[in-house]
């Protein structure tokens, strides 16, 4: 760390500023890697294998595949969190660029140790509200996540329904039926992605 003047103690609130600076760069690696792991995740499971539908619930499962596909739709359709979320992380952003901005490193060794100590108290109350805002994105985003994986799911155990011949010789009605299911969970799912 840099040479502090005499009068400021070791832990003083420019080392405060300096841990507190260090901890958001933390915050924003965790939300890099909370962000990339699902991706991680979903290939081991993807790997594993799949059970194939049992014959007498194909019908049953047709349905509930349906059900799953109208959820997906309906998610789609309902107005996207992001743009309140990116007008919510912007308030966050500005008020943290001009404090950026305005205390340089120079200018911090000036400052007396109560305006120190006050940046120090603006610095937790905007991690503070990023780490609201964090918690309200994941939430917000959560029934996506949660609809695409459930779909990459069912998708799955059709094509392993599918690799084990278990669709082979049904009634072509059904058969069309379950290629247009097939074809609706893709496409909510590559939707959802």
Avoid at 41 to 51: D, F, H, N, S, T
Wanted: hydrophobic share 55%; charged share 20%.
């Amino acid at each position: 760390m840099a040479h502090l003047p005499a009068h400021l103690p070791a832990d003083s609130p420019a080392d405060l500023l300096a841990h507190l600076l260090a901890g958001l760069l933390r915050w924003l690696c965790l939300i890099w890697a909370l962000a990339v792991a699902p991706v991680a995740l979903a290939v081991p499971a993807a790997a594993a294998a799949v059970a194939p539908i049992p014959a007498p619930d194909i019908l049953v499962r047709a349905e509930q595949e349906q059900q799953q596909v109208d959820l997906a739709r309906q998610l789609l359709a309902a107005p996207a969190p992001d743009a309140r979320l990116d007008a919510a992380l912007d308030d966050i952003a500005r008020p943290v660029d001009l404090k950026l901005l305005t205390t340089t490193g120079i200018a911090l060794r000036e400052l007396p140790i109560m305006r120190l100590e006050s940046l120090a108290r603006h610095w937790e109350f905007d991690a503070y509200r990023y780490a609201r805002w964090e918690v309200e994105a994941r939430r917000a985003f959560a029934p996506y996540a949660d609809t695409a994986m459930q779909l990459a799911q069912r998708r799955a155990a059709w094509s392993a329904t599918r690799a084990a011949g278990l669709l082979d010789g049904l009634p072509p009605i059904l058969s069309q039926r379950f290629a247009a299911l097939l074809d609706r969970v893709d496409a909510s799912e590559a939707a959802l992605g």
